[in-house]
């Protein structure tokens, strides 16, 4: 193993920081980092937001949860996947970008999250910690109000980093015998059933035997429950139609 898959196996999210500031140059670079993931044809279809004002702070928080991490962390990030740069690289040229295609939307959507990805993992290697919010699609038309978003972007999730002010225990992932198929796709749930054991192992020593979900019942709790459903209405009104 080297030093960056050591870092990767790592992860954790991390909800609670010491008051140490983070630099506008760590910031700087954590972001320069994660501008150089991979980008669909070179569209970079991204943007992020530092939210500083406490007060958006404090009406994100509320929307999303309430997480209050969202108001106290150090720093706060909403990531957006972006398409107006490219509407005006288009208008710049004389052309009329093609909107609404499905496609422009997988391609955005993928874009912001490796670049999400990258700047998590450039944040855990300047002994920061983070954690992803995905609540502000809880109510993402007040996080566009809030944040003056335009149309062809639209916020996928937040980001809060700091340093940690706590040691947190990682959750143990699926094996990658259940992840990794060789030629064909295939499903083992007996392979699923020796997780859960893994996975009820880890809750009940972390809550001192308070709990003891599985990842079956937890999932299927999450997946067989409507999540979100006025997202599809939103990302239309966005400017991603689905065409």
């Not at 991979?38 to 970079?44: E, G, L, R, Y």
């Amino acid at each position: 193993m080297n030093q960056v898959i050591n870092l990767l196996k790592q992860h954790c999210s991390i909800r609670q920081f010491t008051d140490q500031a983070v630099s506008d140059e760590m910031l700087n670079s954590i972001i320069e980092a994660a501008s150089c993931a991979s980008t669909s044809n070179f569209i970079q279809a991204y943007s992020v937001i530092r939210v500083n004002d406490k007060e958006t702070r404090k009406q994100i928080a509320t929307l999303a949860g309430p997480q209050t991490w969202v108001e106290k962390a150090p720093v706060f990030l909403v990531f957006c996947a972006d398409l107006k740069k490219a509407e005006m690289a288009c208008a710049y040229e004389n052309k009329e970008m093609q909107s609404g295609l499905t496609e422009q939307f997988i391609v955005s959507t993928v874009d912001v999250s490796l670049f999400a990805q990258n700047a998590m993992v450039a944040a855990e290697s300047l002994d920061l910690g983070g954690v992803f919010i995905g609540g502000i699609r809880n109510d993402p038309e007040q996080v566009c109000e809030l944040l003056e978003i335009p149309e062809n972007v639209y916020p996928i999730f937040g980001m809060c980093l700091g340093f940690p002010a706590v040691e947190q225990e990682q959750k143990p992932r699926l094996p990658v015998d259940v992840i990794l198929k060789q030629d064909k796709y295939h499903a083992d749930q007996a392979e699923l059933l020796k997780y859960n054991k893994t996975c009820s192992d880890y809750y009940q020593s972390r809550s001192s035997g308070a709990r003891s979900e599985t990842w079956t019942a937890q999932i299927a709790n999450m997946m067989s429950t409507p999540l979100r459903t006025h997202m599809k209405a939103f990302l239309e009104k966005r400017g991603f139609t689905f065409k």
